[in-house]
């Protein structure tokens, strides 16, 4: 005889709420959006063209869900890469306490959304701490992109302390490869794992160094090398990452790949 839950019978009505006093309930878990930061060594090696790029290769994969956030205050490019030129909330405005951090969220091209920093910030900011300011949108998000300041100064260190994983772009030059290796040992440092390494502007020359000893010079995987493409200039220009601008070109089609890579090792952190 199947047991019911006439209130006449209370056994089963027992055995159900006895598993729940037991422990058997439903583990519910706040969301937390992963945090990637994207570093590199110095400035022009390309490091803001390859975040922007993955966080719009990435919005348009998984839908919502993707924030980039302008984490460079002191050369402050994101927006220009994003086609956003004047903002009235910055990510100056929120790190000198100006205003909250959800103010400054713009939406980009349908999906993907980002925190551009301000050209025309003239005032000093004295405290940096990126972690607290995202902390408050890490429930709102699946993935987290910062822009992260290029070198070791005080903005890159809050960065890495921010960053849950850090992806390293770097150039196939000896000087280029030689700064990036400081950026390995400050993230070995601080203990945030690295992703892996982005080689950015390959022309494939003589004076090169080849990708093999690239990656044994920095001792870890190298995740994509992305060609130097002329597309990549104009599509900056035009304000419009180049996975959008020109999407058949070398350069998009490297940064999708990227972006796919990204994807598969995240998994289920997305």
């Known amino acids: 005889m199947v047991e019911t839950l006439d209130p006449s019978n209370q056994k089963p009505l027992k055995k ?21 930061g994207v570093f590199s060594c110095k400035g022009g090696v390309g490091k ?13 994969k998984l839908g919502e869900g993707i924030l980039l956030v ?9 927006g220009l890469h994003l086609g956003i030129l004047d903002v ?23 999906n993907l ?6 050209l025309a910030y003239e005032e000093e900011i004295h405290y940096v701490d990126f972690k607290a300011k995202i902390e408050p949108l890490r429930s709102k998000y699946k993935l987290i992109i910062l822009d992260a300041g290029p070198g070791l100064g005080a903005e890159a260190i809050s960065s890495i302390k921010a960053s849950d994983e850090m992806l390293i772009v770097t150039n196939p030059e000896i000087p280029t490869i030689a700064s990036t290796l400081r ?31 690239v990656k ?13 493409d002329e597309k990549v200039r104009e599509s900056l220009t035009a304000g419009v990452p180049v996975v959008k ?9 490297a940064f999708n790949e990227l972006a796919e890579r990204i994807y598969e090792k995240l998994g289920s952190k997305l």
Do not use: C
Request: hydrophobic share 40%; proline share 7%.
């Open 216 to 228: 044994k010079s920095l001792g870890w995987p190298i995740l994509m090398s992305i060609p130097d």
């Open 88 to 110: 009235e909330t910055s990510m100056h405005d929120v790190m000198a306490g100006a205003a909250p951090i959800d103010k400054a969220i713009h939406t980009v091209g349908g």
């Open 183 to 213: 950026t390995f040992r400050a993230a070995e440092r601080y203990r945030v794992p690295i992703m892996g390494t982005v080689v950015n502007k390959v022309r494939g020359k003589n004076y090169e160094v080849p990708l093999s000893e």
């Open 70 to 78: 302008e984490a460079n205050l002191s050369a402050p490019n994101l």
């Open 245 to 253: 601008f020109a999407p058949k070109s070398s350069a998009a089609r």
């Open 113 to 118: 959304q980002a925190i551009p920093g301000s």
């Open 16 to 36: 159900i709420l006895s598993g729940f006093e037991r422990g058997r309930r439903p583990k519910i878990t706040a969301r937390r959006a992963y945090i990637l």
């Open 48 to 60: 803001t063209t390859t975040a922007a790029n993955i966080g719009t290769a990435l919005a348009e």
